[in-house]
C-alpha cells in the first residue's frame, strides 16, 4: 500500500484562484453600487438645484428672510428661516443627547456591571430602532401636553401650541441618545485598561480615572459620535414635521412654531406642486442644501477622528 501523499495543490490552487475572483467581482460590483448611487444623488440635485437657481439668484436665496414659493402673489425665495428652523432643532436636541448620551457611555463602560451592561445597551440601542414617525407621535401626545401643562403652571413659561421647536428638539434629542452613548461607549471600552490601571495606582479615584484618563483617551472616537449625531438630528424628517410644526420663520421663541428643512421637502413633495414649477424645483435646492451640511459634518468628523486619533500597542 501505498503511503505518499496526494498532490492536490494544482486542483486547490485553481479552485481557489476561481473563488478569489468570483469574490473580487462581487465585492467590487458592490462598491461600485456604492459610489455609483452615491454619484447619481448628486446629479439628481444639482440638475435640478441648477433649474431652480436659473430662476432664484443666489443672493436672494442664501440672504432672504422669508420663504414661501409657492404664493401666488410675489413669491419669496429666502431659505434662512428653514436653516434656522433646522439649527434650532439641531441645537435643541445636541443640548440633550449629548450630556446625557456621553454620562451614560460612562456609566455603561466604567461603573456598570458586565450584567448590566448586557441588558442595558441592547435595550437603550432599541431607541434607535424605532421608526421616527412614531416619536413624532410621541411628541404630539406627550411631551406637548407637558410642555402646555408647565407654561399654566409655571408664570414665566408661555403655553406652546400643538407644533413647536422645544417638543421637536426634545424627541429628537431622545432619538439620537443612542448614537451618542453607543459609538461613545465603545470608543472608551477601547482604552487598553493597562492605563486605568496605571491611574488607580498612583491613586485615582474611579472618577478621576474616567473624566481625566478614559474621556480625553477615547475624544476622537466621541467627538465622531457627537457628529455622526447631530448629522442626524439635520436630517431628521417624519419626528420634526409632526412635532414642530410648517411656519417657516425667524423665531428665539423655542414654544413657536417652525419648519425644518426636511419638513419642507415633505410638505412639497406629498403636497400640489406640480413637477416642473419653482415650487417644485425648490425641492432640489433644498436637498442640494442640506446634503451639503450634513456632508459638510461627515469631512469634519473624519478629521476629529483622524486629528485626535490615539493608538496603542
Same mark, same amino acid.
Given at each position: 500500500m501505498s503511503t505518499e501523499p496526494l498532490d492536490l495543490s494544482r486542483n486547490g490552487n485553481d479552485v481557489g484562484t476561481l473563488g478569489d475572483k468570483v469574490a473580487r467581482y462581487v465585492f467590487f460590483a458592490c462598491a461600485f453600487v456604492t459610489v455609483a448611487t452615491?454619484?447619481?444623488?448628486i446629479v439628481v440635485l444639482v440638475d435640478g438645484a441648477m433649474d431652480f437657481f436659473s430662476y432664484v439668484s443666489l443672493t436672494e436665496y442664501f440672504t432672504g428672510t422669508n420663504w414661501s414659493p409657492r404664493a401666488a402673489d410675489n413669491p419669496s425665495f429666502g431659505v434662512l428661516p428653514l436653516v434656522w428652523g433646522t439649527l434650532m432643532i439641531t441645537v435643541g436636541s445636541a443640548l440633550i443627547a449629548i450630556p446625557v448620551g456621553t454620562l451614560t457611555a460612562i456609566y455603561l463602560s466604567e461603573y456598570a456591571d458586565p450584567r448590566v451592561r448586557k441588558v442595558v445597551k441592547p435595550t437603550l440601542e432599541i431607541l434607535a430602532g424605532i421608526p421616527?414617525? #412614531?416619536? @413624532?407621535?410621541f411628541a404630539l401626545s406627550f411631551i406637548t401636553p407637558i410642555l402646555q401643562s408647565l407654561g399654566r403652571h409655571v408664570e414665566f413659561l408661555p403655553v406652546p401650541g400643538t407644533f413647536n421647536a422645544a417638543a421637536g428638539a426634545i424627541v429628537v434629542g431622545v432619538m439620537i441618545?443612542? =448614537? #451618542? *452613548? *453607543?459609538?461613545? $461607549?465603545d470608543a472608551m471600552? +477601547?482604552?487598553?485598561?493597562s492605563l486605568r490601571n496605571a +491611574?488607580? @495606582?498612583l491613586g485615582a479615584t474611579k472618577f478621576e480615572v474616567s473624566t481625566q484618563v478614559v474621556l480625553p483617551a477615547?475624544?476622537?472616537g466621541i467627538m465622531a459620535a457627537y457628529i455622526l449625531a447631530i448629522s442626524r438630528a439635520i436630517g431628521e424628517t417624519m419626528a420634526v414635521t409632526l412635532a414642530a410644526g410648517a411656519l417657516p420663520q425667524i423665531t428665539n421663541d423655542p414654544f413657536e412654531e417652525i419648519q425644518?428643512?426636511? +419638513?419642507? =421637502? #415633505? $410638505?412639497i413633495g406629498t403636497g400640489d +406642486?406640480? #413637477?416642473g414649477s419653482i415650487g417644485y424645483q425648490s425641492l432640489f435646492a433644498i436637498g442640494l442644501t442640506l446634503f451639503v451640511m450634513t456632508f459638510l459634518m461627515n469631512v469634519f468628523s473624519m478629521w476629529i477622528r483622524s486629528r485626535y486619533r490615539e493608538e496603542y500597542q
Open positions: 452615491t454619484l447619481a444623488i421616527t414617525i #412614531v416619536y @413624532g407621535f441618545i443612542p =448614537m #451618542v *452613548s *453607543s459609538i461613545s $461607549e471600552s +477601547a482604552v487598553p485598561d +491611574a488607580y @495606582g477615547s475624544l476622537s425644518t428643512m426636511t +419638513a419642507y =421637502m #415633505v $410638505e +406642486a406640480s #413637477v
